[in-house]
């Protein structure tokens, strides 16, 4: 007779309801991505083996922590699209305390003496400048802000001026929340990437990103040779930086999808998940 067995350490009935719920979040986002692969343009175009039930894991079990999910993919990939579409079908207010979002395009280094030295972009891209490499990023900083928001902590986030290349510490002020999105070219980089929870890659045929990268660079004063030489540099540094981070994604997204459809299989799984968890 085991008089002194207890069940002091480990709630059994909990834990059952706990996997029980998880199998149940698995089932319904499984249901979704084959919903979506039916799509003439899905939005999943890859998924991880252990990414839904980490997913689940963290939804049931990690209710109370800060949940980092980094987007990365080659300059205009639709990073950005994704991102703001996405919180525009997750969010129904905007009360705070639900999401951040850190953009790595803020913590470009400030590189205007460079600019006035060399007189013009065309003279700069000549030197061998590259605006498309990690080091003309602060990532470090961007990681410590990161850090602190995933600690609960306020931070200033720097702002860059992409025409003057002039970089102000006093930018806007993020607060920690629920979630915390951050995009950009390297936020998978092996700098940064270990304190994301969710890993995401956007990829775009080179022809699109091509003729989305020419006309928002003249959008920031870069036009004829100047684009010619940057765009060059641009492809050049994806195949070496940013490229090869897609193995390391928990999810790759397709970035030539409909920002409707963002939406609407956003909210789609953001309502089925309510009505799980409920």
């Not at 909990?14 to 939005?43: A, G, H, N, W, Y």
């Amino acid at each position: 007779m085991m008089e002194t067995f207890e069940l002091t350490n480990y709630n059994f009935y909990s834990s059952r309801l706990d996997m029980e719920l998880i199998t149940t979040i698995v089932d319904t986002l499984k249901e979704i991505l084959e919903e979506d692969k039916k799509q003439e343009q899905p939005l999943f175009l890859k998924v991880a083996d252990d990414f839904i039930l980490n997913i689940a894991r963290k939804v049931v079990q990690e209710k109370k922590k800060t949940f980092l999910i980094g987007i990365t993919g080659e300059s205009a990939s639709g990073k950005t699209v994704f991102v703001d579409n996405t919180i525009e079908a997750v969010v129904r207010d905007k009360k705070e305390g639900i999401y951040t979002v850190i953009r790595q395009d803020d913590y470009y280094k400030d590189t205007s003496k460079e600019l006035q030295e060399a007189g013009s972009y065309d003279a700069l891209f000549k030197t061998g400048f590259s605006f498309d490499t990690p080091e003309v990023i602060n990532l470090s900083l961007m990681k410590k802000h990161l850090a602190s928001l995933k600690n609960g902590d306020s931070i200033v986030s720097p702002n860059y001026d992409f025409v003057t290349c002039v970089s102000s510490p006093e930018g806007e002020v993020k607060k920690p929340a629920k979630v915390i999105l951050t995009e950009g070219l390297y936020v998978l980089n092996e700098e940064v990437r270990d304190i994301m929870d969710v890993k995401v890659y956007v990829f775009t045929p080179l022809a699109v990103i091509k003729e989305r990268w020419y006309k928002r660079a003249a959008s920031r004063g870069k036009t004829g040779e100047a684009a010619d030489l940057q765009f060059k540099d641009v492809n050049e540094t994806a195949q070496q930086y940013i490229r090869p981070t897609y193995q390391i994604a928990d999810c790759i997204i397709n970035g030539m999808v409909d920002k409707e459809y963002i939406k609407v299989i956003t909210d789609k799984i953001m309502c089925r998940l309510a009505e799980v968890c409920c």
